[in-house]
Nanobody, 120 residues
Framework: QVQLVESGGGLVQAGGSLRLSCAAS????????MGWYRQTPGKQRELVAS???????DYADSVKGRFTISRDNAKNTVYLQMNSLKPEDTAVYYC??????????????WGQGTQVTVSS
């Protein structure tokens, strides 16, 4: 079973920075994909940034140049460094993993979410 523990959300002024962390655990699982998504009331959850186990990254256009995703494979932890934050970045941020377990295929899991609020 996969467990995800998120941390690092909070309240920050526009132009400020925050760093989110998501630690994944699960015996026998290989975390091939780790990403951050966000959601605001009434809107669909959207990709913010993702990173594969080989380090390939993907970003939403709205955060390119401001956010950086990274991971520590030894700790199965993914980070999202958010700089130059804007009020429109306010959302609940969710960690997502896609992990393989032997020959049983891949499984998606979500964290509980962490609130990021950017004041103007």
């Amino acid at each position: 079973q996969v467990q995800l523990v998120e941390s690092g959300g909070g309240l920050v002024q526009a132009g400020g920075s925050l760093r989110l962390s998501c630690a994944a655990s699960g015996s026998g699982f290989s975390f091939n994909y780790m990403g951050w998504y966000r959601q605001t009331p009434g809107k669909q959850r959207e990709l913010v940034a993702s990173i594969t186990s080989r380090g390939r990254t993907d970003y939403a256009d709205s955060v390119k140049g401001r956010f950086t995703i990274s991971r520590d494979n030894a700790k199965n932890t993914v980070y999202l460094q958010m700089n130059s934050l804007k009020p429109e970045d306010t959302a609940v941020y969710y960690c997502k993993t896609r992990a393989s377990y032997g020959n049983y295929g891949e499984f998606d899991d979500w964290g509980q979410g962490t609130q990021v609020t950017v004041s103007s």
